[in-house]
Structure formats: C-alpha cells, structure tokens
C-alpha cells in the first residue's frame, strides 16, 4: 500500500476537514453556551440569577446548567441538517454550486432560528408549569432560597422540554429556511 499519490491527497483533505469542523464546532458551542446563558439570565423576571448563582444557590446552578444543556441539545438538533450540508460540500463538493457565503448565511439563519424557538419553547414550557403548579407551591420563590427540589425538578422540566421539541424545531427550521439543493449522488454498480 503507499501513501502518496491521489489517495494521499484524499486522506490530507479529509484530515483538514475534520479540523476544519472541530473548530467550527468548538467556537459554535463556546457562542451558543454563552448567548444562551446571557438570555435566559435576562429572560428570568421573577430573580437575578447570576446573583444567586455567585452566592453559591446550588438550586440556581443547577437549572442553568440544565438550561445550558437542553438548549444546546435542541440547537444541536436543529443544526444537524447544516452540518450534513457542509460535511458534504467539503468532503464531496457536493454543494449543488452553493458559494461558502451561501453556506454561511444558511448555517446562520437556522442557528438564529432554532435559537428564538429553544428560548421560546423553554420559557413556555417553564411558564406553563409554574401555572399549573402555582396553588401548590411558588417555585420561583422556593428556587431562590436555594431549594434543591425544586431545582431538580424545574431541571427535568427543561430537560424533557428538550426532548419532545427537538425533533419539532428541526422541522420547522427546514421548513421556513430556504433549503439550498445539494447535487445528487449516483450509485455505482
């Protein structure tokens, strides 16, 4: 077997798009965890968490890390059909004649759109328990004196929230995103 020639050349190319999508996976989770965290500690009304969490509130710590892992999950989820669109362009060029700037803003607008879903759907979801439980037990209140109950349940919340929209939001982001037309495969005998 050698290693040079064209062969060579392939599993150099396959290498560096490997590379290539590490570090766009690394600098898309770094911007998502934190973008993420920023809104959702503004989007909590009820108390400052990133108080809370400074004071050591376990509770606290405990849904926004559970909020950082649902989000990203469920944005994850809604990106996978970008990251199959730039696997193929890059290892097979198959990118139907789409320019790396096409590539780019598509990759962008369904990021920017699984986004507002996730912190949409989350809130909602968190609301909507809160209301159904308000009778019995005010969690806001109970999270912010650090009850570890409550945050492990408002964790759950998040978390199963996560798992029954990701799918939805996936669908939804090819839906109203433009789907750009890669070049189709033959198959040969």
């Given at each position: ?6 062969g ?14 590490l ?7 770094g ?79 369904h ?45 759950g ?18 839906a ?14």
């Open positions: 077997m050698g290693g040079g020639g064209a060579g050349v392939g599993v150099i190319w396959h290498i560096l798009s490997g590379i290539f999508k570090c766009i996976s690394v600098v898309l989770s911007l998502v965890v934190f973008v993420t965290y920023r809104v959702f500690i503004k989007a909590n009304t009820d108390f400052d968490e990133e108080v809370e969490i400074k004071k050591g509130n376990a509770a606290v710590g405990l849904l926004v890390a559970a909020l950082l892992i649902a989000s990203a999950t469920i944005i994850n989820h809604a990106l996978s059909p970008v990251f199959d669109l730039v696997s193929l362009s890059l290892d097979f060029g198959l990118s139907g004649g789409l320019s790396a700037r096409s590539l780019a803003l598509y990759a962008a607008l990021l920017l759109l699984a986004f507002v879903l996730c912190v949409i759907a989350i809130s909602a979801s968190l609301r909507l328990f809160g209301k159904l439980t308000r009778g019995k037990m005010r969690m806001g209140v109970e999270l912010e004196k650090g009850n570890m109950a409550v945050g492990l349940v408002l964790s919340v998040v978390l199963v929230t996560a798992l029954y929209i990701g799918d939805g939001i996936q669908a939804l982001c090819k109203l995103v433009p789907q750009p037309q890669a070049v189709s495969l033959r198959v040969m005998k």
